[in-house]
């Protein structure tokens, strides 16, 4: 054939087959081993609920199970700034996810690395705390990080170290 072009031996059509079906089989791998691969079903989907819900209970605590579990701890406040000019628990650091290079190095100078870091904001339906507990254990690699259950509104209830 004269006038058809070939590549490598296989004709343009071919050697676009080859070109769409060769990742296909690192595609489909990386889909069924990568850890957060999409849920297919329904089933997949409830698992990955309950197994959310068991992190998110270990996550985060009362104040109470802080009290009972560490006899000093480091507040990490996840609200606003305005928030928490506003009031504070005495010796917070605050780390919000919007301002995170700022609050960070403050974290830093203020924890001596030994201390449990408990992380609270506004209240109970705020995710704020849990989502900054998250990063600072990924950040710091240091499993004693919690969230405040209850939040800055459970902090000013019980009076604890209130500014």
Do not use: N
Not at 5 to 28: D, E, I
Not at 87 to 93: D, I, M, N, R, S
Not at 133 to 152: I, S
């Amino acid at each position: 054939m004269k006038g058809s072009r070939r590549f490598g031996g296989l004709s343009v059509g071919g050697a676009a087959w080859c070109l769409v079906l060769a990742p296909l089989p690192v595609a489909l791998a990386t889909a069924w081993w990568h850890p957060r691969a999409p849920a297919f079903t329904a089933k997949e989907r409830a698992a990955r609920a309950t197994a959310a819900a068991i992190v998110e209970a270990q996550d985060t605590l009362t104040l109470d199970d802080v009290r009972a579990r560490y006899a000093d701890w480091l507040w990490v406040d996840a609200r606003p700034a305005a928030a928490f000019a506003a009031g504070h628990a005495a010796g917070a650091v605050r780390v919000a996810e919007d301002d995170w290079d700022s609050g960070f190095g403050e974290l830093v100078e203020a924890w001596d690395g030994s201390r449990p870091i408990v992380v609270y904001c506004a209240a109970s339906g705020c995710d704020a705390s849990v989502a900054v507990a998250r990063r600072l254990r990924a950040e710091l690699g240091f499993t004693e990080v919690h969230a405040l259950r209850g939040g800055w509104e459970a902090l000013r209830a019980s009076g604890e170290g209130v500014r």
